[in-house]
């Protein structure tokens, strides 16, 4: 890592230590060392899948079985996915006691995996189904039993897995905890994320405008960059180890 980006880092592990109260707000770049794949990137599901016809909710209703061919596919994925250095560095900052939690927009849950307990899931978790009819929750790890596509045990209608499709709205609970993580705010880390998709995307400059210093982690500059206190452009499973060892180091 070159001098200038570990200053960044040192940079950024003063200002956690110096005012806590952390949030981090990560998206699907986190989990690309974990073997799963950006869907917008090459090579990524929507490459392949329209996600207009594969992840909507009316796409969902309209053919079941259709979008589960695109939905088996990111099922292995999960499945054989294990959480990488950044998602363990995170969670290590969780309990340091510079994190409060983080806001996830992935469904992977490789943030519990790794250690950490503040976990806002913003389109929910692919570790489950849900039954759209009676509610009934089942785990992925019976997706094979249930057939293809899999039916609930109870009512036998379609289980859909339990994230939020284009067209639903983002759940009361996700929205709630969020929101209490920003009211006391004081460093928001912005980790692998475009920060373009809404509702997710309007939480950075919401923690900017109430005084919150704004960290972005990601390869590359994004929209949301000319807006930041400290921008690390790295790969975050080397910043983010470094940010928490060298938080370990100025506690000490």
Known sequence: MEQETQKLVQQA???????????????????????????????????RFDPLEYASIQAFRDSPQRVWKMLAELDLLLQNARPNPAHRALARLEHLGVLDGLVTQNVDNLHQEAGSQQVVEFHGNGSQLRCLSCGAVEPATRLRELGMPPRCPGCKDVLKPDVVFFGEMIPEEPMRRSMELLARCKVMLVVATSATVAPASLIPMAARQQGAFLIELNLASTELTASCDLTIHASVTESLPLLANNVEEILE
């Open 13 to 47: 592990a003063e200002a956690l230590v110096r005012w806590r109260h952390g949030v981090a707000l990560t998206g699907a770049g986190i989990s690309v060392d974990s073997g799963i794949p950006d869907f917008r990137s090459t090579g990524g599901l929507w490459e």
